[in-house]
């Protein structure tokens, strides 16, 4: 069959759209920020703790395929904790922001070892820190510190999390506590719902007095994350935040178009939801689609984390489950950091 010049053209602009698509080009779409892919990010380092080894983990991607990875140091963990319960749960790599930023790393995580205490007792009298440790390179770490953040009403310090606010210039700490009368000191009786707290830092080792930052009583509310929905964590001003309503055992998203402190929404409204059963949302950028996020979902229940996907992540509706083919099974709670090539190389050389 015959086609004409101009037909010519017209399916020559529909092959380069289709083309676009599947290679990374980025279409913009009105009123949505789509972050464009960054070709300096090579690949993703995974941190993450293994069911009842409450150790810190590390998972390298293979090559940039944000859903391939294997695990480093022959599976043995990078971190042991030296203080507190001895075991970490729930850690997260902080990226430096500021003047830390490309140049500090932390690592942030619960301190609770449950193969030493019970869920009760580690939500009544659990520990009020955090642990920390930090590095210059994402292969050495050291400076273990456990520092107390919350008072003596807290039951517990959990999940505990953090984000560079570029408008105060400091880091955003934040953790799920549940809390008990000053008339109860030994916390014997029934607690508040559990809430996010939050406090500021220049240097994980002062902290601000801790105030709350979410409370949706009587709704418990856990395993708080944020992402950068514009730009990078230095000049961001919109942001995703997914979290757990542990009542409901749900996940989901709310969005802020006007900074950390800003108004906050829920897409599709108060009973809008991307999954149940899960916990431990962690979400991180494609390094080479435009506008993609990959929100890892604890199945607790199962075989722990679970990848998904979305190209509108500002939304509770349209994630979709990814490929299991090369994703490991049984890691818990942690998160995933997009690296450039020097620091890939180097964790491979380190720990491969």
Same mark, same amino acid.
């Given at each position: 069959?015959?086609?004409?010049?101009?037909?010519?053209?017209?399916?020559?602009?529909?092959?380069?759209?289709?083309?676009?698509?599947?290679?990374?080009?980025?279409?913009?779409?009105p009123?949505?920020?789509?972050?464009?892919?960054?070709?300096?990010?090579t690949?993703?380092?995974?941190?993450?703790f293994?069911?009842?080894?409450?150790?810190?983990?590390?998972?390298?991607?293979?090559?940039n395929?944000?859903?391939?990875? =294997?695990?480093?140091?022959?599976?043995?963990?990078?971190?042991?904790?030296?203080?507190?319960?001895?075991?970490?749960?729930?850690?997260?790599?902080?990226?430096?922001?500021?003047?830390e930023?490309?140049?500090?790393?932390?690592?942030?995580?619960?301190?609770?070892?449950?193969?030493?205490t019970?869920w009760?007792?580690?939500?009544?009298?659990?520990?009020?820190?955090?642990?920390?440790?930090?590095?210059?390179?994402?292969?050495?770490?050291?400076?273990?510190?456990?520092?107390?953040?919350?008072?003596?009403?807290?039951?517990?310090?959990?999940?505990?999390?953090?984000?560079?606010?570029?408008?105060?210039?400091?880091?955003?700490?934040?953790?799920?506590?549940?809390?008990?009368?000053?008339?109860?000191p030994?916390?014997?009786?029934?607690?508040?719902?559990?809430?996010?707290?939050?406090?500021?830092?220049? $240097?994980?080792?002062?902290?601000?007095?801790?105030?709350t930052?979410?409370?949706?009583?009587?709704?418990?509310?856990? $395993?708080?994350?944020?992402?950068?929905?514009?730009? $990078?964590?230095?000049?961001?001003?919109?942001?995703?935040?997914?979290?757990?309503?542990?009542?409901?055992?749900?996940?989901?998203?709310?969005?802020?178009?006007?900074g950390?402190?800003?108004?906050?929404?829920?897409?599709?409204?108060?009973?809008?939801?991307?999954?149940?059963?899960?916990?431990?949302?962690?979400?991180?950028?494609?390094?080479?689609?435009?506008?993609?996020?990959?929100?890892?979902?604890?199945?607790?229940?199962?075989?722990?984390? =679970?990848?998904?996907?979305?190209?509108?992540?500002?939304?509770n509706?349209?994630?979709?489950?990814?490929?299991?083919?090369?994703?490991?099974?049984?890691?818990?709670?942690?998160?995933?950091?997009?690296?450039?090539?020097?620091?890939?190389?180097?964790?491979?050389?380190?720990?491969?």
């Amino acid at each position: 069959m015959w086609i004409g010049p101009g037909r010519l053209v017209a399916l020559a602009g529909l092959l380069l759209l289709w083309a676009g698509l599947g290679s990374g080009f980025a279409i913009d779409i009105p009123g949505q920020a789509a972050k464009r892919a960054d070709p300096n990010l090579t690949g993703y380092l995974g941190a993450f703790f293994l069911g009842a080894d409450p150790y810190v983990y590390f998972y390298l991607s293979n090559g940039n395929n944000a859903l391939s990875f =294997r695990a480093l140091n022959r599976g043995q963990p990078i971190i042991r904790p030296t203080k507190g319960t001895g075991g970490v749960r729930d850690p997260t790599i902080i990226p430096g922001g500021g003047a830390e930023a490309g140049k500090k790393w932390y690592i942030i995580g619960t301190d609770l070892h449950i193969g030493k205490t019970n869920w009760d007792a580690a939500q009544r009298t659990g520990s009020r820190g955090i642990f920390v440790w930090e590095s210059t390179d994402l292969v050495n770490w050291g400076n273990e510190r456990l520092v107390v953040v919350e008072d003596a009403t807290a039951g517990m310090v959990w999940a505990p999390e953090a984000i560079w606010d570029p408008a105060k210039q400091q880091y955003l700490v934040h953790w799920a506590s549940k809390f008990y009368p000053t008339s109860d000191p030994r916390h014997t009786g029934p607690p508040s719902n559990i809430r996010i707290r939050y406090a500021y830092t220049k $240097d994980f080792i002062t902290f601000s007095a801790p105030q709350t930052l979410i409370d949706k009583n009587p709704t418990n509310i856990i $395993d708080l994350t944020y992402l950068p929905l514009n730009g $990078d964590t230095n000049n961001a001003t919109s942001f995703l935040r997914f979290m757990k309503d542990e009542t409901r055992k749900t996940v989901f998203v709310e969005v802020s178009h006007n900074g950390l402190f800003g108004t906050w929404t829920r897409p599709g409204g108060d009973g809008a939801i991307i999954q149940s059963g899960v916990e431990g949302p962690t979400a991180y950028w494609d390094n080479i689609v435009p506008g993609r996020v990959h929100l890892l979902l604890d199945h607790y229940g199962a075989d722990g984390y =679970r990848p998904y996907a979305s190209n509108n992540p500002a939304s509770n509706s349209g994630w979709q489950a990814s490929s299991m083919a090369a994703f490991p099974r049984n890691l818990r709670h942690g998160s995933v950091l997009p690296i450039d090539r020097r620091l890939y190389q180097a964790l491979a050389a380190r720990w491969g």
